[in-house]
């Protein structure tokens, strides 16, 4: 994108929910907007800004607070407790941002705010500042709640087979696990989202419209002011516009350079195996896991949070010279390595985007929240990948990712060929001229105006 020359340069405060999946992508898009001139303040809670290994030296960072400033949500001792204590201060703390800039005569002229925090877009109201809903979860996710929201779906579900307008016929098992807990509280706070979108001046999505295009055409004619503005990964991995943008920048993990042991590894030969940053999975899966990659024919790769490493087995080697297992990693440089064949994720929205635009075909074990909507996608509409089959405790077995990590790198061509061809709508949708492109360009074009 070609930056624009402002006679002053529009103030964005951008303000995602204080986890590594939400700030990430909104971190991306700030940098775009960035690229166009527009200045940017990234607002975080301050335990999470206390906790970051790295922060990119060109973004001004403010922050809020959550109720919790020294132990975080963990000190809450539940979601609901957290969620509660941060309603009541988040918005008190973001008020007083707003005044001390302000005050400062730092004018700031829209909030993009991440749609899980609802109150950041009445704050922005009463002090007169345009408001850009940002959702972080993919386009059919957001039409599930929405639609609990109208009060057209609800928990707990009846009928087996969901069906909602522009979406494919959804089952139980498709649909986001929060329907399905006992406390409700984390189903009415994804579905808060939308209790005033419709006063939102922008609502944007990190997707893009090839991929989404019937459920967007749907939601344009209910939200005139709706684009997609994904995906939402450094340019270098993407469009390439940006050869130096080659990480989100701000993160909380420590990462473990991986590339050299991949370059080691013909094309094609590697499984990459991650859960992300916030799944857990249970003694027994992980076993499971394990003995499937130890007994496989395919090297592997394998991200095993620090936190997660006691539940692997005992006798489980993380360096072999058929395999390494890392606590953390690059994740984009390691799906763009082209030893790298298939890709076995927990499904969460950020990874699925980082393996369409790199061209990866992957195998869904799904957790939790959105994850098993997205492993749908995967299979049955995009047909990227494979949804591994669970037995009656919910465990993959092993035997069976082994016969779905076998079809992927050794039979089905059809996934990667149909990965290769979701990479490049995604490269040109971000590219000069494509949808996601051309709806930023636009949204920049309207803050000064």
């Known amino acids: 994108m070609e930056k624009k020359s402002m006679a002053r340069r529009a103030h964005c405060l951008v303000l995602p929910y204080p986890l590594q999946g939400h700030i990430n992508p909104m971190l991306q898009f700030s940098k775009l907007l960035e690229h166009q001139g527009v200045r940017i303040t990234l607002v975080t809670t301050r335990f999470f800004y206390n906790n970051l290994q790295k922060v990119p030296p060109s973004i001004v960072l403010e922050t809020i607070s959550d109720g919790f400033d020294l132990g ?214 992980m076993e499971e896991v394990a003995c499937c990659l130890r007994e496989c024919s395919s090297y592997f790769l394998w991200v095993v949070r620090a936190s997660e490493e006691i539940k692997l087995p005992k006798d489980f080697e993380k360096i072999t010279e058929k395999g390494l297992v890392v606590t953390w990693c690059s994740q984009l440089k390691v799906l763009a390595h082209e030893a790298v064949g298939c890709f076995v994720t927990h499904c969460g929205w950020n990874s699925i985007l980082e393996t369409l635009c790199l061209g990866v075909p992957t195998i869904a074990i799904p957790c939790w929240s959105d994850q098993r909507t997205n492993a749908k996608l995967i299979a049955d509409v995009w047909k990227i990948g494979i949804r591994t089959p669970v037995d009656e405790k919910n465990i993959v077995r092993r035997e069976a990712l082994k016969h779905c990590i076998k079809e992927i790198m050794d039979r089905d061509k059809e996934m990667k060929t149909n990965a290769i061809q979701w990479k490049t709508l995604a490269v040109r949708a971000t590219a000069e001229g494509g949808s996601s492109y051309e709806n930023i360009i636009e949204f920049t074009n309207h803050l000064l105006h």
């Not at 408001?131 to 929201?149: E, K, R």
């Not at 419709?198 to 967007?216: G, M, R």
């Not at 094309?267 to 195996?273: I, M, R």
């Open 72 to 285: 975080g949500p963990k000190e809450a001792g539940g979601s609901k407790a957290y969620l509660d204590r941060f309603w009541q201060v988040g918005p008190e703390t973001f008020a007083e941002l707003l005044e001390k800039l302000g005050k400062s005569n730092d004018h700031v002229d829209c909030v993009v705010y991440d749609a899980f925090l609802p109150w950041a877009l009445d704050v922005a109201k009463r002090f007169g500042i345009v408001g850009a809903a940002y959702l972080t979860q993919n386009m059919t996710v957001n039409s599930i709640y929405y639609h609990v929201q109208l009060g057209k779906l609800q928990a707990p579900l009846i009928e087996h087979d969901i069906s909602l307008p522009a979406l494919p016929k959804l089952h139980l098992k498709d649909m986001p696990t929060f329907f399905f807990d006992e406390d409700p509280s984390l189903l009415d706070f994804v579905v808060a989202q939308f209790s005033n979108i419709d006063k939102a001046d922008w609502i944007l999505c990190n997707t893009f419209n090839e991929l989404d295009k019937e459920i967007v055409d749907w939601f344009v004619k209910i939200w005139p002011k709706f684009k997609t503005i994904g995906p939402n990964v450094p340019s270098f991995f993407l469009d390439k516009q940006c050869e130096d943008d080659q990480d989100y920048g701000v993160t909380q993990f420590k990462s473990e350079e991986c590339v050299e042991w991949l370059d080691d590894k013909p094309k094609g030969s590697v499984v990459y195996v991650s859960f992300g940053s916030m799944a857990t999975m249970s003694e027994e899966q």
